[in-house]
């Protein structure tokens, strides 16, 4: 059967489509920016990672435990087939330890890679369909159901955390889920920080990390990188947090401000929407316009087959 559209009934559809967009692109943005507030504030009960640079050994105990949690294949392709050796974050590898060092000195200094949770992510303001969402804990999860594989996620995050898995003929959204429902429903630690011989990474309740963090800070004072806690306030706040003795740019945390990446977000697309308020307005009366006269066409095109009695081919 023929799925090809007459002039006419092409026409309709635009017709209709003319009349209802103006209605469908305008945003609540008041809302939105309640949503996305500039300096968000983590529930009493989030949960939260702290990873102690000056602690780590870099024995990577926690990349296998948590390939294993998540059912993911070792990446064994720079290795030959041996053993377990991703560059970096990719669709075989949620977690990762990486090294950073000075080649102009002894500085150096191990880091874990993974999801930061942020507490406004700007993955899941980003996602147009929802598949990516903040949880029960505040855990960012990811819903292959509502995925359409459009990569804003990748886009969007500041941390460059989600991977695409480009080598699947159903590709799917790889990132740390916290192993939300792996462990954190079966009252169980994620697996990386139940790997830990060293408790480098540590698990817990994101106040109480932070008071941790900042006690470790009080009874060592020169040892951490200035003396503060990295993603306390960075984007928003993050619920992976860090300390370290170099640069935490050095160790490849980006440069944030303390604004939700989500707000600043929400400021740009109302900004947007207003300044098209006035082009969609001017559609929305031309679609109504479109549709009356169009209606109007419809009746005396009809009164005239019913006079000629041969049908208009337009």
């Given at each position: 059967?023929?799925?090809?559209?007459?002039?006419?009934?092409?026409?309709?559809?635009?017709?209709?489509?003319?009349?209802?967009?103006?209605?469908?692109?305008?945003?609540?943005?008041?809302?939105?920016?309640?949503?996305?507030?500039?300096?968000?504030?983590?529930?009493?009960?989030a949960?939260?990672?702290?990873?102690?640079?000056?602690?780590?050994?870099?024995?990577?105990?926690?990349?296998?435990?948590?390939?294993?949690?998540?059912?993911?294949?070792?990446?064994t392709?720079?290795?030959?087939?041996?053993?377990?050796?991703?560059?970096?974050?990719n669709?075989?590898?949620?977690?990762?330890?990486?090294?950073?060092q000075?080649?102009?000195?002894?500085?150096?200094?191990?880091?874990?890679?993974?999801?930061?949770?942020?507490?406004?992510?700007?993955?899941?303001?980003?996602?147009?369909?929802?598949?990516?969402?903040?949880?029960?804990?505040?855990?960012?999860?990811?819903?292959?159901?509502?995925?359409?594989?459009?990569?804003?996620?990748?886009?969007?995050?500041?941390f460059?955390?989600?991977?695409?898995?480009?080598?699947?003929?159903?590709?799917?959204?790889?990132?740390?889920?916290?192993?939300?429902d792996?462990?954190?429903?079966?009252?169980?630690?994620?697996?990386?920080?139940?790997?830990?011989?060293?408790?480098?990474?540590?698990?817990?309740?994101?106040?109480?990390?932070?008071?941790?963090?900042k006690?470790?800070?009080?009874?060592?004072?020169?040892?951490?990188?200035?003396?503060?806690?990295y993603?306390?306030?960075?984007?928003?706040?993050?619920?992976?947090?860090?300390?370290?003795?170099?640069?935490?740019q050095?160790?490849?945390?980006?440069?944030?401000?303390?604004?939700s990446?989500?707000?600043?977000?929400?400021?740009?697309?109302?900004?947007?929407?207003?300044?098209?308020?006035?082009?969609?307005?001017?559609?929305?009366?031309?679609?109504?316009?479109?549709?009356?006269?169009?209606?109007?066409?419809?009746?005396?095109?009809?009164e005239?087959?019913?006079?000629?009695?041969?049908?208009?081919?337009?």
């Amino acid at each position: 059967m023929s799925v090809a559209l007459s002039r006419r009934q092409a026409f309709k559809v635009m017709v209709g489509l003319g009349g209802t967009v103006a209605t469908g692109l305008l945003p609540k943005t008041a809302a939105a920016e309640e949503e996305h507030p500039a300096h968000p504030v983590a529930p009493a009960d989030a949960i939260a990672m702290l990873y102690d640079s000056t602690v780590c050994t870099g024995c990577k105990a926690c990349m296998p435990a948590c390939n294993e949690a998540n059912g993911l294949p070792a990446d064994t392709l720079l290795s030959g087939g041996i053993w377990d050796m991703p560059t970096g974050l990719n669709a075989q590898t949620k977690n990762i330890i990486e090294l950073y060092q000075d080649p102009k000195s002894d500085e150096f200094a191990f880091v874990k890679k993974q999801c930061m949770h942020c507490l406004d992510p700007a993955c899941v303001t980003g996602c147009p369909f929802g598949s990516l969402k903040k949880s029960d804990w505040g855990a960012v999860t990811w819903n292959s159901s509502l995925c359409i594989g459009c990569r804003y996620c990748e886009v969007a995050c500041p941390f460059e955390v989600p991977q695409f898995e480009w080598k699947s003929w159903n590709p799917q959204i790889v990132k740390c889920e916290f192993c939300y429902d792996q462990r954190l429903k079966k009252d169980l630690e994620p697996a990386c920080t139940a790997a830990c011989p060293t408790g480098a990474v540590i698990f817990g309740k994101r106040v109480d990390l932070l008071a941790k963090a900042k006690d470790r800070i009080a009874t060592a004072p020169g040892k951490y990188f200035e003396e503060r806690v990295y993603g306390e306030h960075e984007a928003g706040g993050t619920q992976v947090l860090y300390l370290s003795s170099v640069s935490f740019q050095k160790i490849g945390l980006p440069k944030l401000g303390t604004t939700s990446i989500g707000h600043y977000a929400t400021k740009v697309t109302s900004h947007i929407y207003k300044w098209l308020s006035g082009p969609i307005a001017v559609s929305g009366v031309l679609g109504f316009f479109i549709r009356r006269n169009w209606n109007r066409h419809e009746l005396e095109r009809l009164e005239h087959e019913k006079q000629s009695g041969f049908p208009d081919q337009l």
